[in-house]
Nanobody, 121 residues
Framework: QGQVVESGGGLAQPGDSLTLSCAAS????????MAWFRQTPGKERECVAR???????HYAEFAEGRFFISRGNGQNTAQLQMNRLKPEDTAVYYC???????????????WGAGTQVAVSS
């Protein structure tokens, strides 16, 4: 079974930057896509950014130009650098690992427990 652990969330002020980290273990993630999702109470989990094993990336419109996803050299880690944070970025952020790499949460096999990001002045 694979295990996914996120870290790096916390409290930030509008305009600040935060970097989230994700580590996948138990099953090599190098052939899989890794993605960051986020969710707020009462809303569906939405895809923030995706990165495939070859390095291609895709961002949600709200993340384009502000957030950047990357993978570690061993491919089992991923980071999400979030810049120019806004209050509406407040959410629980989840790292996910899946073969298809779509925007649908159901296509991801392994999930972390999530890390809270709160943006407030």
């Amino acid at each position: 079974q694979g295990q996914v652990v996120e870290s790096g969330g916390g409290l930030a002020q509008p305009g600040d930057s935060l970097t989230l980290s994700c580590a996948a273990s138990g099953r090599p993630a190098d052939k899989y896509a890794m993605a960051w999702f986020r969710q707020t109470p009462g809303k569906e989990r939405e895809c923030v950014a995706r990165i495939w094993s070859g390095g291609s990336t895709h961002y949600a419109e709200f993340a384009e130009g502000r957030f950047f996803i990357s993978r570690g050299n061993g491919q089992n880690t991923a980071q999400l650098q979030m810049n120019r944070l806004k209050p509406e970025d407040t959410a629980v952020y989840y790292c996910a690992v899946g073969f298809k790499g779509t925007t649908s949460p159901s296509d991801y096999n392994y999930w972390g427990a999530g890390t809270q990001v709160a943006v407030s002045s």
